[in-house]
């Protein structure tokens, strides 16, 4: 499974340049600038993260990835929204603690199905967390608190009909 992107820019010499991004399932994510492919490398092992930079003349692109979503930003503004470009930064620490405390309390709480809950409103976080969308992050685990609290009373209640 692969999900590709592809974006034409024009530098300062009327020149057309083609970049497209691929975000393979496996091996890695691939931008081909023009005719030449890239293998990248994400700064993060648990999403894809991806901030690479290609230079024309006149034209400074950054190409963007978070989990399989991609973007394109052209001297500083991203061309699918218009918005300002900032660099991809690290995963706050207090973001991979609430990783932490979701995978933990999926496991006790819910068994192995919780768990996976726990690591796909994992990599919910760490998206949210990329893209500084604080608020989405804490309500993404309140609601997993939530989906945890129901496991924890099915598993008790369970418990109980068997006595």
């Known amino acids: ?85 900032e660099p991809v930064t690290n995963v706050p620490a207090w973001v991979w603690v609430l990783v932490a405390i979701s995978a933990i309390g999926g496991w006790f709480f819910g068994g192995i199905l919780c768990l996976a809950i726990a690591l796909v409103f994992g990599t919910v976080y760490i998206s949210a967390a990329l893209q500084k969308n604080t608020k989405k992050v804490v309500m993404f685990f309140i609601g997993f608190c939530v989906i945890a609290a129901i496991f924890l009373g099915l598993n008790l209640a369970l418990v109980g009909m068997m006595q």
């Open 1 to 85: 499974m692969a999900n590709m992107n592809s974006w034409n820019v024009t530098d300062s010499n009327g020149m057309s340049h083609s970049i497209s991004c691929k975000a393979k399932s496996f091996g890695g994510p691939e931008i081909k600038v023009d005719t030449n492919t890239y293998r990248v490398k994400s700064s993060n092992w648990f999403v894809n993260v991806v901030d690479y930079s290609v230079d024309f003349p006149g034209a400074n692109c950054h190409v963007v990835m978070i989990g399989n979503k991609s973007r394109l930003a052209v001297n500083g503004t991203y061309q699918d929204d218009g918005s300002a470009y």
